[in-house]
């Protein structure tokens, strides 16, 4: 049982990660609860982290996760702010698929394309076959264009991206900074990496430490779009 200020900071970390791709600082958590200092705030965070509903994620700054969301909060709707949003299912649930991109039917789901491969390691070069399509819930989405993308290798793996999944993403081409994205370099490698601004640089960060941050241009990286769920199979 969350007291109500538990409650209503949980809610307020999971739509900002949802949002931004980062979680918000103590400050901005500060002032989101009315609250005088910030002790209150690591008071909260203990207590979420204690009952199993946040981590933090260890040597970085303004790293929280959000693990699981209060079955009241599932219940009205808002447990879909799940980030990164996680759908598991067969492999036959991916089978539904539509010659209309966008079109849905009477169990609220929408078949958006399934253009390729992308990296979470290596870049690798993309892959664009918009003749496959791949069913997911409507309520997924929000507004705007999306597709889907096969994620090859592990590099995000500390951010709950796995090998094998497959990455909802809502076509953008800017990002806030630290948000997750399908990043183009060189206008020929693809790759699925966090976006942080660095002066004049962009860094595309992995979330595992056996791979390195890569550092590059602004005029090396275009933002393709931005992560907003993640489909599991399983076998």
Do not use: W
Request: net charge neutral.
């Amino acid at each position: 049982m969350l007291t109500n200020k538990q409650y209503e900071l949980l809610i307020y970390i999971n739509d900002r990660i949802r949002e931004f791709g980062v979680s918000p600082s103590f400050d901005e958590m500060k002032d989101a609860l009315d609250l005088k200092s910030k002790s209150g705030i690591h008071r909260l965070i203990n207590a979420l982290e204690e009952r199993g509903f946040i981590r933090r994620l260890p040597n970085r700054a303004r790293a929280l996760e959000v693990l699981r969301l209060p079955e009241t909060m599932a219940q009205n709707g808002r447990a879909r702010g799940f980030s990164p949003n996680v759908i598991e299912g067969s492999r036959s649930a991916f089978s539904g698929v539509s010659a209309t991109p966008g079109a849905s039917n009477e169990n609220s789901i929408v078949n958006i394309p399934m253009i390729g491969r992308i990296a979470a390691g290596t870049p690798i070069e993309a892959l664009e076959d918009r003749t496959n399509m791949v069913g997911i819930p409507s309520d997924m989405m929000g507004p705007g264009q999306h597709f889907a993308l096969e994620v090859q290798g592990d590099s995000m793996i500390n951010a709950g991206i796995l090998d094998g999944d497959v990455a909802i993403i809502k076509q953008c081409d800017t990002a806030e900074n630290g948000a997750i994205v399908v990043a183009l370099v060189d206008g020929q490698e693809a790759t699925l990496k966090r976006l942080r601004r660095k002066g004049a640089s962009i860094a595309l960060e992995p979330a595992n430490p056996n791979y390195k941050t890569r550092i590059c241009g602004p005029d090396q990286v275009a933002v393709q779009g931005r992560l907003v769920g993640i489909f599991r199979k399983y076998h």
